[in-house]
């Protein structure tokens, strides 16, 4: 029992009081308005819903002295200005359907709660009527006043949280809640390709994306090349998916383009940005077996479904959502993923050859003898110069070169032609514009674990029976969760059967799993389910295995290969999917462009 909680004495009872609608809505915008980015994000969707085509933010000390949103929206009428600052008053919704939304905003919080914690003013003319300005200062509302304004609206937030101190405290420095700020527009940008944006923090600007033109993927395509760089752009994938009735378009990175965390990953449904469970689960599913550890693919995803088929209204903050059918949205990205990055073959991300390429590059060094001694060689250079001269002085290197060609056109290969192995483990291959460097090891290891993996399909997982089955006591809800995928779990080799109320029987197990902790994995998978509504452990867990059964039965590091053989590996990588990262997510192979390699030697400028 906590001993510091308020003793009520028995004759006492408490009192209920209506809370007066300042003090409701101060409540509402701890809610709303988590920080200045969040007010941001509140004014520029209200902008975004005005039919806004060019929207300007300006931000002072972070977004706590000043933020100031104006946009060329439709505007709104005099009359229409107290309204916007009364609770639940919006022109987004008539309250009869709640899953019929179309607009960023519905709820009517926004404007009033900011006007509670702050200082804010709305100016405001729509097209044919007279322009008006409305203040409200701590949730004191001022008159309205006649005000000469263009069409659209301007809306200035001062004073962020005076009206609650306590709030201040809790902000971070003005530089991260710039970025925060930043971030935000910038998220909100990706979506609305055909929408001008400027975000000036301070007097200065610091983010720019006009508006773009042409066929909507077009324009998407040329936005997010602004906003994420061209080089994402090079190594994504373009994704085009549907099933029972969503959609999925966007981009997904190749495996080899990854990030050290979840930066990188922009999930919207309908337009409207969002960070669900059930969405990120999906995406770490879809790159489930092509990752290193610790990376975090790189992603922009657009689902878009009827609005019926999925609630906004589950946070007022509506960054989360719910799906009527929330499997078939996370197969349609898990599968709309691995069908993309099947579909790219041996592709590796392209930066994998520049980090080479800088990895190798010449640095001038320096010298640190004195300036007297500059010109004469050092000791180093004369033994250099010594095992150049005399052979056998030197290590004997470990290299074999191959001249023979192969029937195969170097033209008609992506990975060419295999010139050379070194060091018994690093295929050199010749390509018209460059070469290319294999890792023998990582490159078949690959290859043999997506061929188990196609035989598992086929044949299905073998099972073993337990002789005793074990017994999984559950309370009743789990053991009804775990029940309701046993379907999916027996196509795995995992065999559950009911066992009186709240308990499970496990009676098989896959074969080559089988030493596994049943109770383990049964209370793993529900966590899994509890929080991202599937789970996709036991696939882990068996796709491990056939890994490190790949990891043993492929060609090992130090062993010799013919030129034959080195061409049947590039080949076969060229048609199997996913060939450009190994089981563990480290790229296979690296090209070097000719160009760049000429110009490593300065034969190039």
């Given amino acids: 029992m906590n001993s510091h909680a308020p003793k009520i004495r028995a004759d006492a009872r408490p009192v209920i009081r209506q809370l007066d609608e300042a003090t409701a809505n101060r409540i509402a915008a701890g809610e709303v308005v988590e920080r200045p980015a969040s007010a941001v994000k509140e004014l520029v969707e209200n902008a975004l819903d005005a039919g806004a085509t060019r929207i300007e933010i300006a931000i002072q000390d972070g977004g706590k002295r000043l933020i100031r949103v104006t946009d060329d929206g439709c505007g709104m009428v005099p009359d229409d200005l107290p309204l916007a600052l009364s609770r639940h008053a919006t022109s987004k919704i008539d309250g009869t359907d709640l899953l019929a939304i179309t607009s960023f ?28 300005s409305i203040a409200v200062t701590g949730g004191r509302l001022d008159p309205m006043r006649p005000a000469a ?108 383009y990854s990030r050290g965390a979840a930066v990188a990953q922009h999930l919207y449904v309908n337009g409207r940005p969002v960070r669900d469970k059930l969405l990120t689960g999906a995406l770490r599913a879809g790159y489930m077996d092509v990752l290193a550890p610790g990376r975090h693919p790189a992603a922009v995803l657009f689902l878009e479904c009827d ?72 000791a180093a250079a004369l033994r250099a110069g010594l095992e150049m001269q005399m052979p056998g002085f030197a290590e004997t290197p470990s290299a074999r070169f191959d001249p023979v060609v192969t029937e195969a056109p170097v033209d008609d290969a992506p990975l060419g032609a295999a010139r050379a192995q070194i060091h018994e483990n690093y295929i050199i291959a010749q390509t018209p514009d460059g070469l290319v460097i294999v890792d023998q090891h990582a490159a078949h290891e690959r290859l043999v674990y997506e061929r188990l993996k196609a035989q598992a399909r086929a044949a299905g997982i073998p099972a073993q029976a337990l002789l005793i089955p074990e017994i999984v006591e559950l309370s009743p809800a789990d053991a009804d969760r775990i029940l309701s995928i046993a379907g999916d779990l027996a196509a795995l080799g995992l065999v559950i059967e009911p066992f009186g109320p709240g308990a499970v029987a496990l009676r098989e197990v896959p074969a080559m799993l089988a030493r596994l902790d049943g109770h383990a994995l049964i209370r793993d998978i529900l966590d899994d389910l509890a929080d991202q509504g599937a789970s996709d452990r036991l696939q882990a867990r068996i796709d491990a295995v056939l890994s490190s059964m790949a990891c043993h039965g492929s060609v090992r590091s130090g062993r010799l290969m013919g030129a034959d053989e080195m061409n ?38």
């Fill in 568 to 605: 049947a590996l590039l080949r076969e990588m060229e048609r199997t999917p996913k060939s450009g990262q190994c089981n563990h997510g480290r790229p296979t192979w690296v090209k070097l462009q000719l160009s760049d390699i000429e110009r490593l030697f300065g034969r190039r400028d």
């Fill in 105 to 132: 905003g519905f709820r009517g919080e926004a404007l009033p709660s900011l006007g509670a914690v702050g200082r804010l003013t709305i100016t405001s003319r729509a097209q044919g009527a007279e322009g008006a």
């Fill in 307 to 378: 609005p019926q088929m999925v609630d906004v209204n589950v946070h007022p903050a509506k960054a989360e959502v719910r799906f009527r059918d929330p499997q078939s949205a996370r197969g349609l990205v898990v599968g709309g993923l691995r069908h993309a990055m099947a579909g790219a073959g041996h592709r590796a991300s392209s930066t994998v050859g520049d980090a080479t390429l800088q990895a190798v590059r010449i640095e001038p060094r320096h010298d640190p003898r004195p300036a007297w001694q500059a010109d004469r060689p050092s």
């Fill in 149 to 256: 304004a263009n069409c659209g609206t301007v809306v200035e937030l001062h004073d962020l949280f005076f009206a609650t101190p306590a709030r201040l405290k809790f902000l971070r420095t003005d530089r991260a809640e710039t970025q925060a700020v930043a971030d935000t527009v910038r998220r909100l940008a990706m979506a609305e390709p055909y929408v001008g944006f400027s975000l000036t923090a301070d007097r200065r600007e610091i983010f720019r994306a006009d508006a773009e033109q042409g066929e909507l993927f077009g324009a998407l395509t040329t936005r997010l090349t602004r906003l994420m760089g061209a080089d994402f752009i090079d190594n994504a994938l373009p994704m085009d998916a549907e099933r029972d009735g969503i959609t999925l378009t966007g981009y997904a990175a190749l495996p080899t």
